[in-house]
């Protein structure tokens, strides 16, 4: 877990106190909503279409108990009971009042949270896998690095005011978790021949309204360049990146207007003027931070848990959710549990405030005090033993918490759409409300196996619409809400964009065509082992437009 010193604790403080009198002269009409604007974004607080949204920053999605309590405790006192996590890892409150928010900033402060760069154009929280330091495909703990270039990004005077928005993603598996390629800045952890780590490096991936894969500028980047390449990047696009058009800020763009071998030449000039200075990460650092993550101490227990198989054996509920919500460890007997927040038919990413209570003491009881977020908007507790699995199962099932549909089409990203969202031209959460009720049936989610199922309310993609295996976007033509799909979109080490299949449907019949795309799958699998991706990889889209729109 990252610490602060009393540097940060005193930053953040004074930040809230400054925070506070722009609050008061807010309300006081001292400040219009327009001069508010600027100073409310370098706070995350959003202004949403019916109320103000806060969104604070979870840092590549690690939180301990005393945190998620402190999260509880501000949705039951200052919001309507819940909150929302985010795709980028983060959590956000929708209905905070102005005049609260200075306070729960405070209380924020006093947990080691804080709001700052969850907006505005700067960088933004660093997204990691949310297996980091447990899972058994790791090869590196990417939580270091992105602790790392944290430190580096938080408050880093030169790209406080970029053409646009920055995400670093990274990871250190060789399952891509945390989607990198669809990020500003993507790392990959990789080893060269003598063993040494670096980083893979993709530039200018990206979702929204230009969506783009990122390209890769390295093959092996290595650990002490890690920051000093990571500015030249960054001062190429603070330089270059274009200002006249917000719709064409991102690096994404200027990849793409300059030409990949053009600008990966300005990044490597930028690179050698830097790159032996003070931004030459010493190993001694990368030592010092690993301790923050040193592994909790595991006991030496049995690879397979006696009792667990025993008990799955009894409970066939279990059992299905050890098959679905269960991610392989890299300490025996150990394992790590995904709690999903997609119950059927609730808004994706909702925890309510006694959920949240309720998993900050299993991650107490049974997980070593750690606890994530996903970036498909679940929580995990990363390092349970197998044996407590039963024990944590039944806690979790007392509390609407054990829907057993890790990766199955119930498990979706939906963004906040027409109900919140002023930029919406949809809803999603409604849509996907009645898409998760009609896969509903335990048996036939099984049936169709991994696939992922991902809605946004517009163009900007916050949904991830893009990159899911069936897209679901929201238009509006003439007035009426109509659903676009898109099939073939993957996040993954094997990312693609999803290809808009043919004509939008209107609300009442979005849910039967998803319901037509999976039988025809199902029809036309070679077994059961080919997951959908698979199968429309190896098919083509022309099945599934004959299925939908007819020979
Ligand atoms: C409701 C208020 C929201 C507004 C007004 C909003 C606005 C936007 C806009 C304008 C973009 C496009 C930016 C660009 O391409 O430069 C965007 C992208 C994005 N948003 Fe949101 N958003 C909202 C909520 C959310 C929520 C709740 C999440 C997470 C669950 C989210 C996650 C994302 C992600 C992941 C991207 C896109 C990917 C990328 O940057 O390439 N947004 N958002
Ligand atoms: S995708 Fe569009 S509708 Fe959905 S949250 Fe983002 S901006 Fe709003």
Known sequence: MYRYDEFDRDFVNQRVTQFEDQVRRRMSGELTEDEFKPLRLMNGLYLQLHAYMLRVAIPYGTLNATQMRKLAHIARTYDRGYGHFTTRQNVQFNWPKLSDTPQILRELADVEMHAIQTSGNCIRNVTSDQFAGAAADEFADPRVYAEILRQWSSLHPEFLFLPRKFKIAITGAEQDRAAVQVHDIGLQLTRNEDGEIGFVVFVGGGLGRTPMVGRKVRDFLPENDLLAYSEAILRVYNRYGRR????????????????????????????????????????????????????????????????????????????????????????????????????????????????????????????????????????????????????????????????????????????????????????????????????????????????????????????????????????????????????????????????????????????????????????????????????????????????????
């Open 244 to 551: 006249d058009n917000k719709y064409k800020a991102r690096i994404k763009i200027l990849v793409h207007e300059t030409g990949l071998e053009e600008l990966k030449q300005d990044i490597e000039t930028e690179f050698e003027a830097t790159k032996n200075g003070i931004l030459n990460l010493p190993n001694e650092e990368v030592v010092r931070i690993n301790e923050y993550f040193a592994p909790p101490s595991f006991d030496a227990l049995p690879k397979i848990s006696t009792e667990l198989e025993a008990a799955k054996r009894e409970d066939r509920d279990l059992a299905l959710f050890s098959s679905r919500n269960l991610h392989a460890h890299k300490a025996e007997g150990y394992t790590s549990v995904t709690i999903s927040l997609k119950p059927i038919g609730g808004a994706p990413g909702d925890a309510t405030a006694d959920q949240m209570d309720v998993i900050a003491d299993l991650a107490e009881r049974f997980g070593h005090n750690e606890l994530r977020v996903t970036h498909e908007q679940n929580l995990v507790l990363p390092h349970v033993k197998l044996q407590d699995v039963p024990t944590v199962f039944k806690i979790l099932k007392a509390n609407d918490l054990a829907d057993s549909n890790a990766g199955l089409i119930t498990d979706m990203i939906a963004c906040p759409g027409l109900d919140y969202c002023a930029l919406a031209n949809a809803r999603s959460i409604p849509i996907a409300q009645e898409i998760s009720k009609r896969f509903e049936a335990v048996k036939r989610q099984n049936e169709i196996g991994d696939l992922k199922l991902k809605i946004s309310g517009c163009i900007n993609a916050c949904g991830h619409h893009h990159v899911g295996h069936i897209g679901i976007l929201g238009v509006d033509r003439k007035g009426e809400e109509l659903y676009q799909i898109t099939l073939g979109g993957s996040a993954d080490q094997n990312t693609s964009i999803g290809k808009i299949i043919g004509r939008g449907f209107p609300e009442a019949e979005i849910t039967d065509a998803v319901e037509t795309v999976v039988d025809t799958y199902l029809a036309n699998r070679l077994d059961e082992e080919e997951s959908f991706i698979d199968a429309y990889r190896r098919l083509g889209d022309q099945p599934f437009k004959d299925a939908l729109y007819g020979a």
